[in-house]
């Protein structure tokens, strides 16, 4: 899926790609290497789902949203979450448990987030990666508190966020710990990646949004579910 994008201011392109390598790609690998460094925190292990979605989403929807195209979104969403993973073992994190698993939750996210990132591109032209950051600040924000400090924030609310449900489905998988949410996610993450493509593929016409905001909810309704 393609997307024709107006002209841009000149420094735009290159303020974009150096967020979508800060948020996808340094900030993750900083958490990492403090994680590592700082005994007192949680094991690599237990923390490595929550970063590895953050790196994803940032890299995948705010890329996509700049070039207005699915697959770079897709593409480099991948090559960061092969190097966070490579990244992750070095540091001491035990071998993934289930490989197939985990390539599966990394491509279903990575599709999911770069599908969000394209529709901004089209709804919103040359604007559209400004709102993918944004969306990627405030879900980064959440993921990392829910990580820090468990029980800190609202079942429900994490139940809403695509972002959490990466970080359920990758977690699950490098883990070995298949659990009823954990698959629930990962199918929340495909149907909202295929309803997102539906809207942005029909764009401009505005009535699909009522097909994603429902599948989005529904979904949600499904994490929330087996969560409780």
């Known amino acids: 899926m393609t997307s024709s994008l107006p002209h841009q201011p000149p420094t735009w392109p290159l303020l974009a790609w150096l967020t979508a390598g800060l948020a996808g790609v340094a900030a993750p690998a900083l958490a990492m290497l403090l994680s590592h460094n700082a005994p007192a925190t949680a094991p690599i292990a237990e923390i490595a789902g929550p970063i590895l979605a953050v790196g994803l989403m940032g890299t995948g929807m705010i890329s996509a949203a700049t070039a207005g195209r699915l697959w770079i979104g897709i593409a480099l969403a991948l090559l960061t979450g092969a190097g966070l993973i490579w990244l992750a073992c070095a540091l001491g994190m035990p071998p993934v448990a289930h490989p197939m698993a985990t390539g599966l939750a990394v491509i279903i996210a990575s599709t999911s987030f770069a599908a969000r990132g394209t529709l901004f591109a089209r709804s919103a032209a040359d604007k559209g990666w400004w709102i993918a950051v944004a969306v990627v600040a405030g879900e980064a924000a959440v993921v990392a508190t829910a990580a820090a400090t468990p029980g800190a924030l609202p079942g429900w609310l994490l139940a809403l966020l695509p972002a959490q449900w990466a970080s359920m489905a990758i977690q699950s998988a490098l883990t070995g710990l298949a659990t009823p949410a954990a698959i629930a996610a990962l199918f929340a993450l495909g149907g909202t990646a295929a309803a997102t493509l539906l809207v942005a593929r029909l764009w401009p016409k ?18 929330w579910h087996q969560v409780g």
């Open 206 to 223: 505005r009535w699909p949004y009522l097909i994603m905001f429902t599948t989005w909810l529904g979904f949600s309704a499904l994490v």
